[in-house]
């Protein structure tokens, strides 16, 4: 949902920046590209040695400038099957990245005990979840369905897992971040299941019984 409401906003902010890029002869993928190995090189290195405030500043920063691949192709009328093929699938080496590293920290640096087998089962859990949502999106399509609804997009689920990462560096209790965890699990899942059902509804033949 926060994905769709900033959308207008990075817009306004970044399509002058991106059209002077794309004069010095930067494309679209190669802002995709780049974007995603600045963002799992941060996650990989700063997140699980527990840098969590110099981490999650940097991959927002990264997060935010994410939006520059698509701005630029639009404005310049390079949109392409290939850009949005790209831009998915980098997208999903970075999640990875970040909710990976954080299972990783927590595995190495959390106390034994109940909170730390949390943190980590709702990390793994979040990947797993986290790559079914724009899968279920794009198996939809591909069947000539629509499945853009749900609580949880890419946007959300990112800012909720690093927003409790920082707060966590910033000297709050681990618990935090074992909550946003659970949090992004559980709404991922919700978000799965709402576009199932989504596709369910445009898919069944009027008049049959659901």
Known sequence: MLGNHGRGL????????????????????MLTVTGTVLSVTAAVTLLP?????????????????DSFDGILARATGRSSVFGAFLDSTMDRLADGAVLGSLAAWAALFMPAGTLRTVTIVAALATIVL????????ARAESIGATAKVGIAERT????VALGATLIVGLGAPQWVLTTALVY????????????????????????EPA
């Open 10 to 29: 990075t817009k306004a902010l970044f399509t002058r920046p991106a059209l002077a890029l794309g004069r010095l002869g930067v494309t679209p993928n």
């Open 49 to 65: 040695r527990g840098h969590f405030v110099a981490g999650p500043l940097v991959l927002l920063v990264v997060l935010v400038a």
């Open 130 to 137: 986290a790559a079914t949502v724009p899968y279920a999106r």
């Open 156 to 159: 959300d689920r990112l800012l």
């Open 184 to 207: 992004v699990a559980i709404a991922s899942f919700i978000t799965v299941v709402q576009r199932v059902w989504t596709v369910y509804r445009q898919i069944q033949p009027q008049g």
